[in-house]
């Protein structure tokens, strides 16, 4: 151990480079003071932009915009068939791409399958074989859009579909442009695993309902990066 004829301290909150120049032997101490990386936040912002009071949502507008792109030419023109249960649906292979989240929305919900052969299908599988699983599954097994990977989206990722400004929560017209009330989340009620949830886009709200019931779904695909 050399001894020092000569003490440095330093003391750092960011990352610091110390250069020392000396002609006699030197005893260095270095203290770097931690300091928590907060990430910038991503959150969404509801889209509400009327204000009923000081500082509620609609007067500060937080969060990250909406912002979409509508793809509709190349393999994003025309149909694919999606068959279940003996019925075809020619399903737009339109899409929607959410440049906030990175997500991937097919433009259209379900629409002529299910026991009413208007789009609505249960949670849970029925005994004709048709369910909101085994719709994105027949959806990947005809590459609806030219892709394979479309699944039934969560709570959270529906919900961020929805646009709070009034007079509903209904997602951005422009984007979607078929108003859709009540859409399947692939969610499970925790504390009533028989139900799951679902979106009522009118109030903007998520819904409890038994997986036996019938929606319509919106398959998603990515995050795209």
């Known amino acids: 151990k050399v001894q020092a004829m000569t003490t440095i301290t330093a003391t750092a909150t960011t990352p610091t480079s110390i250069t020392v120049t000396a002609t006699t032997p030197v005893n260095i101490s270095v203290a770097v003071l931690s300091t928590a990386i907060i990430p910038a936040a991503k959150v969404l912002a509801t889209g509400q932009t009327t204000s009923y009071a000081a500082n509620d949502d609609g007067d500060l507008e937080k969060g990250i ?91 959270f990722s529906l919900f961020t579909l929805s646009d709070m400004e009034a007079t509903s929560g209904h997602p951005d017209s422009a984007a979607f442009p078929t108003l859709i009330n009540q859409v399947w989340t692939s969610s499970t009620v925790p504390n009533n695993t028989a139900s799951a949830y679902n979106v009522a886009f009118t109030t903007g709200i998520p819904q409890q309902v038994p997986k036996t019931n019938t929606y319509v779904v919106r398959l998603l695909r990515g995050p795209t990066s």
């Open 65 to 155: 915009p909406h912002s979409y792109t509508v793809l509709t030419t190349g393999q994003y023109a025309g149909t694919t068939n999606i068959t279940l249960n003996g019925k075809t649906e020619a399903h737009s292979n339109e899409c929607v791409l959410d440049n906030a989240t990175g997500l991937m929305w097919s433009r259209k919900t379900s629409l002529t399958v299910g026991p009413n052969s208007n789009g609505t299908l249960p949670w849970t599988v029925n005994g004709s074989g048709e369910g909101i699983y085994e719709y994105a599954a027949a959806a990947n097994a005809a590459s609806l859009a030219g892709y394979t990977d479309w699944r039934i989206p969560n709570l």
